[in-house]
Each structure stands twice: as structure tokens, then as C-alpha cells.
């Protein structure tokens, strides 16, 4: 029997309402999210990736369609979305979002602290994270005070601290020049390989799209192509 | 914890708001505090004064007079002042003990004859009294003292003017006895006083108790007044009193101060109401500072709330970050604000500063500052009360926010 999918989508639709004008971001979208996957959401712009990366990260809902997390139907109860994404979900933003007023390491922690992880077993994880990431030597330092990859470096060490099912990503080196998108790139691929940490990204870069291992193309809101490597 | 951190570090952000709320707070509850600690001031000096010139702590009556009119002086006196005053010596809090009546006729000098109010006193406990807080006008029963036993009297300054005596003059007192009969006494003047009010002034006598009782023809006196050691004894000792006053078949009823000294009361009522008036603008302005402070912060950091809603902070806890926020600027400001005031209210102190006489008093009073540690922390309960509330129901806009839209999608 085929294991239960991590996420699952069935003909999930998206629509946004600008006065009488209807936007269709997404319509008719059935995606399926294996365990230890390293799935691109590729396409131009404007063709909907961010808001399905959205809908993955329960940080937005479906107008239409269900979204399964671990076989479970999402539903729209605010709190049961707040746990798995507290607990299950991590997220790298474009532009990074790493807190202000916290260094390095705290920004890291955080994750931890909203899942009640204490003491020594948190500092322990931080510090995993951090060398993992390869920024152990700036853990005090403040987010405006690194560079645009070590920036994305610190998300990716938030993203991954608490063993999330699954990593999401929307345009990760978007904002980065191409050596340091591939390095993060290649840390993403290391991370998948060695820790078996499910990711999902978008990108429009070709020399990216091609190191996925399951392809979803999107226009105009549809797959036009979901192609999944041998 | 790390909320409270959070909040801490994000409202010193933006410096610059901050302080300016910071001050304001700061500027306006540290004003409140001396407007409080003047009031205090004006309270306790007041208090103290009326106690330690007029009515002691504590007044001690026949309990019929305030059942019935009396239907001659006297008629509801206390027999036995001397043994109750003895008695009320064992109250280790008990200072002073005096006798007082209060006695009205005519007073003439043989040409002219006005109505008089009097004061029969023991002229040596009545310094005393004055004495004990501050010189209250001791000076008033030297005379008096230093012709003790003799048949003297002292008067209103403008009494005195209006008879046209002099030291050294004689005047007749006439008022009718306890048993309803006239009777009158001649007396030589031997010093004259002033008091706050002319009205008063033009009115009044004070005669040593001894000649006041031949000339009533009573043992009686009109009531006792007991001084004690400290003000905050008060209620205590009158349950005490009334209790051993009870055990030992005195019918009198006690008293308090507070009860005798209207003046007090309505200054005292005065000064509360402009105080409160002024708290309310100022914590009024206290909340304006902090709703701008968090309303500004939660415009800026729309997109911060979209991450850190993404990455699983409940909205409960997303909202706990922005009211600690606003409890932590009430906290920090009233803290700057207690030492403001401490810092202003030591210079003010120090710098012996008279303000002019209020309407109706002949001397100016001191501006102090009475600083009470209750005041300070009822204050700044009040005030982080209100920075609290006042963030809180901004904050509560993220429950909300649409995360998508927080994060600022596209
Ligand atoms: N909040 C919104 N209101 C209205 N329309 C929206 C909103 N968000 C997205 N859209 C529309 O939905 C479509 C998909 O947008 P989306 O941001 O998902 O595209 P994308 O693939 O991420 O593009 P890009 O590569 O430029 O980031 C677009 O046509 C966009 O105009
Ligand atoms: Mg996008």
C-alpha cells in the first residue's frame, strides 16, 4: 500500500474578489506532497505559485476544493491550522522575515519556544541548526547585520530547527545573486538528502526547476505540467 | 517570557516615539504625583494644625447633648472632667487631656455692651496643644498663664477695639448660670489675639475654666479633648475609649476630629476634586500616548505579524507581544515618572517657597510636597491599568488579520 501522502490537494481553487471583478488564481489543482520529496512549483509570473505555496502553509484557504495534512481534511478551524503550522510546517520567505529585535540564534530558537521545546534540548537543536546552516560564528549577530544568503541561511535554520514535516519555500534565492542561490539551493538539497526533509519551492530559474525532484508547472492558475523524476 | 522581552526590545525600536511618549507620560503622571503630594501636603498640614490648635484627636461629651437641646448651659455637661481626665491617662497614646466650655453673653466695658462668644480654657494645656505639632499661636495664653488664679480675660483683637480697652482694663461678663439665673463677673483684660477670621475676632474671649465655672456656677465642663501621640491612633483609641467609658458607667460619646473640624473637611474635599479632575485629563493623555505608540507599531510591523503568525504564533500570543508592549511604556513611565516627581518635589521642598494666603485667610501657606508611597503605587497602578487597556484594544486587530494579507502577498 502506498504511504499516506504528507499533503494532499483535491481540486483546490482559489479566487479572489476585487470588487465585481473575479480573480482565479487557482482552479482545479489536485497535487500530492511525498514524504522526503524536493518539489519545485515552477511557472511565470503571475501564474499562482506563491498562492498555492500559501494554501500548502495553511497561512491562507482554498475557496475551494480540501487540503489533507497527513491524510487529515484542514478544515478551516484557525487553531487546528495554527498547530500544524507551529508544529509541522516551515516556512522561507523570499524576503527572508527574520525578526528585528532578535539575533541569530534567538530567531532560530523561536520556533522552538512557541512549541514549548525548553532548555538544554533547545540549545542543543539551535546549535544543530546553526552548524547545519554553517552560521555557528554569528549566532549573536542581529539580522541586519548579515548578508543577504546568510540572512535566507538563518530562515532556512528557523525553518528546519523543529523537524518540520515539510519546507516550504516561495522563491527562496529570488532576492539572492545566482552563486549564493545556488549554495542555498545545494544546502537545501543536502538537508533533504541526509535529514530526509520534505521541501517545496518555487522558482521561475530553469537552472533550479531542474535540480527538483517533482516538477509542477504552473499557467494561469492550472498545472499545465506534474512531472515526478524517476 | 520571551513575549515580554519581545516587547521590550520592540518598544525601543523606534527611539524616538518612544521617548516622546515616554515623556509624555513621564511629565504628565510625575505633574499628577505633585499635584497629589501638594494635596497630601495641604491634608496633613491642615489636619495636624486643626488638631494641635482646635479640636484634638478626640472630643469626649455627655451623651445627652446630642440627643436634646439643652434648655440651659450646661444642662448636658460632664460632671466629672477632672477624674475622667485623670482615668484617660492610662491610655499610653494619650497625651494631653483638657477641658473646654463654651459659653455665651454680653461683655461690657460700662458705656458699651456686645455679644460675645466664649472659650473657658485651661490657658497652660491649651499652649501645650499648641505646641505639639508645630507653634501654632502658643503665644496666645501667655498672658493668661502668668496671671494664673487671677480674675483676667483675653479678647479678640477687633472685640477690643470695639470696646476700647486696653491692657489693664476692666470689662464685665454677663451670661446666665446652669440653673437659668443671670449672674456676671468683672475681669481685667490682660491680652489681646488675633484670629483667621475677623467675624470670629470681633466676637470672641477666652477666659481661664476656674472663672468661667464660678460665673456659670458649675463643676461642669462642656466637653473633654484628648490629644493622642500620632493622628493614625485616632479610631482606635475612641473604640477604646468608648469601650472603657462604657465599662465604667460614663455616658459619654466620643468624637473624632474629623467629625469636629468642618474647615477641614471641605478644603480637603476641595483639593480631592480638582486632583481627581486633573488624574482623569492625565491618564486620559496616558492612553492616547500608548493607543498612538502600539497603533503606529502594529501599521509598521504588519508584516512582521504575517511571519510570525506563519511560523505558528497563535494570534493570543501575537496580541500578548503588542500588550506587553503597552504595559511595558506604563511601567517604564511610571517608574521615570515617580522619580521625576521625587527629583522635582526635593527641589520644591528645599527651596521654601510661600504661596499667597486663599481667599478668607490671613497667611500664606508653604508650597510642599507630601510624598506617600501608597499614593505613588496607586498611581502607577493606574497608569499601567491604562497603557494596558489602551494597547490592548489595538492589538486585538490581529485576531483579524488575514496572514496572506499581513505578509503583504505578491
Ligand atoms: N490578494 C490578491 N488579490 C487579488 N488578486 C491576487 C491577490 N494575490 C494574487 N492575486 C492574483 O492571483 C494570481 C496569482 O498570483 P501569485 O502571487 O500566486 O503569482 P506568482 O506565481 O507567485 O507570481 P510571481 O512569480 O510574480 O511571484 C495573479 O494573477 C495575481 O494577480
Ligand atoms: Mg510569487
Known amino acids: 500500500m502506498k504511504p499516506t501522502p504528507l499533503i494532499r490537494m483535491q481540486q483546490v481553487g482559489k479566487q479572489y474578489h476585487l470588487g465585481k471583478t473575479v480573480v482565479t488564481a487557482l482552479s482545479g489543482i489536485d497535487i500530492s506532497i511525498e514524504h522526503r520529496d524536493f518539489m519545485v512549483i515552477a511557472g511565470t509570473s503571475g501564474s499562482g505559485k506563491t498562492t498555492l505555496l500559501n494554501l500548502l502553509g495553511l497561512i491562507d484557504s482554498p475557496t475551494s476544493g480540501t487540503i489533507f495534512f497527513n491524510g487529515e481534511s484542514v478544515g478551516d478551524d484557525r487553531h487546528k491550522q495554527t498547530r500544524i503550522r507551529r508544529d509541522s510546517i516551515g516556512y522561507i520567505f523570499q524576503t527572508f522575515n527574520l525578526v528585528p529585535v532578535m539575533n541569530v540564534y534567538e530567531n532560530v530558537a523561536y520556533p522552538l519556544i512557541l512549541k514549548g521545546v525548553a532548555g538544554s534540548a533547545r540549545r542543543e537543536l539551535v546549535e544543530r541548526a546553526l552548524s547545519q546552516v554553517g552560521l555557528s560564528d554569528r549566532r549573536k549577530h542581529k539580522p541586519r547585520e548579515l548578508s543577504g544568503g546568510q540572512r535566507q541561511r538563518v530562515a532556512i535554520a528557523r525553518a528546519i530547527v523543529k523537524d518540520p514535516g515539510i519546507v516550504l519555500a516561495d522563491e527562496p534565492t529570488a532576492n539572492l545573486d545566482s552563486s549564493t542561490g545556488g549554495e542555498i539551493l545545494d544546502l537545501m538539497t543536502l538537508l533533504n538528502e541526509e535529514l530526509g526533509t520534505t521541501f517545496v519551492f518555487s522558482s521561475h530559474d530553469p537552472m533550479i526547476i531542474a535540480k527538483a525532484k517533482t516538477t509542477v508547472r504552473l499557467h494561469d492558475g492550472r498545472i499545465e505540467q506534474y512531472e515526478v523524476a524517476a | ?410
Not at chain 2, 26 to 55: N, P, V
Not at chain 2, 211 to 229: E, N, P, S
Not at chain 2, 262 to 291: N, W
Open chain 2, 1 to 410: 517570557m520571551t513575549f515580554l522581552l519581545m516587547g521590550f526590545r520592540n518598544l525601543f525600536r523606534q527611539k524616538r516615539r518612544t521617548a516622546t511618549a515616554l515623556m509624555v507620560i513621564t511629565f504628565g503622571i510625575g505633574c499628577l504625583l505633585l499635584t497629589m503630594g501638594h494635596t497630601a501636603f495641604i491634608d496633613w498640614g491642615l489636619r495636624e494644625q486643626t488638631i494641635h490648635s482646635e479640636t484634638g484627636h478626640l472630643q469626649l461629651f455627655n451623651d445627652r447633648f446630642f440627643q436634646k437641646e439643652e434648655e440651659t448651659i450646661l444642662e448636658f455637661g460632664i460632671d466629672d472632667a477632672e477624674e475622667i481626665a485623670a482615668s484617660l491617662q492610662q491610655f499610653l497614646e494619650v497625651q494631653l487631656v483638657q477641658s473646654r466650655i463654651s459659653l455665651m453673653g454680653l461683655i461690657s466695658n460700662g458705656d458699651k455692651s456686645v455679644a460675645f462668644i466664649g472659650d473657658a480654657i485651661e490657658p497652660e494645656k491649651e499652649r501645650q496643644l499648641r505646641t505639639m505639632f508645630a507653634d501654632n499661636g502658643s503665644a496666645r495664653f501667655d498672658s493668661l498663664i502668668v496671671h494664673r488664679g487671677e480674675e483676667v480675660i483675653s479678647l479678640g483683637a477687633a472685640l477690643a477695639r470695639s470696646l476700647n480697652v486696653q491692657y489693664g482694663d476692666w470689662v464685665t461678663l454677663m451670661t446666665s448660670t446652669v440653673d437659668g439665673a443671670l449672674n456676671a463677673v468683672d475681669l481685667r483684660v490682660v491680652d489681646t489675639f488675633r484670629d483667621g477670621t475677623v467675624e470670629y475676632e470681633k466676637r470672641a474671649v477666652n477666659i481661664p475654666l476656674p472663672v468661667a465655672r464660678r460665673l456659670l456656677m458649675t463643676d461642669r465642663v462642656g466637653k473633654l479633648i484628648v490629644t493622642l501621640d500620632k493622628t493614625e491612633h485616632t479610631l482606635v483609641l475612641r473604640d477604646r475609649i468608648i469601650t472603657w467609658a462604657a465599662e465604667n458607667g460614663y455616658g459619654l460619646t466620643v468624637k473624632t476630629w474629623k467629625e469636629q473640624a468642618a474647615y477641614y473637611r471641605q478644603v480637603v474635599q476641595f483639593f480631592r476634586q480638582i486632583t481627581g479632575f486633573i488624574s482623569l485629563i492625565l491618564l486620559i493623555i496616558v492612553f492616547f500616548a500608548s493607543v498612538n505608540t502600539i497603533v503606529m507599531a502594529l501599521v509598521e510591523r504588519t508584516r512582521e505579524i504575517g511571519t510570525l503568525l506563519s511560523v505558528g504564533t497563535s494570534r493570543a500570543q501575537t496580541v500578548m507581544m503588542f500588550w506587553c508592549e503597552g504595559l511595558l511604556l506604563g511601567l517604564i513611565g511610571s517608574v521615570l515618572a515617580t522619580l521625576f516627581a521625587l527629583a522635582v518635589s526635593a527641589l520644591v521642598n528645599g527651596a521654601d517657597i510661600m504661596l499667597p494666603p486663599a481667599p478668607g485667610s490671613s497667611s500664606g501657606y508653604p508650597l510642599s510636597i507630601r510624598n506617600e508611597f501608597a499614593v505613588f503605587v496607586r498611581v502607577a497602578a493606574a497608569t499601567v491599568v491604562a497603557s494596558g487597556f489602551s494597547s490592548l484594544l489595538p492589538a486585538l486587530r490581529v485576531t483579524r488579520m488575514k496572514i496572506v494579507d499581513a505578509l503583504g502577498h505578491i
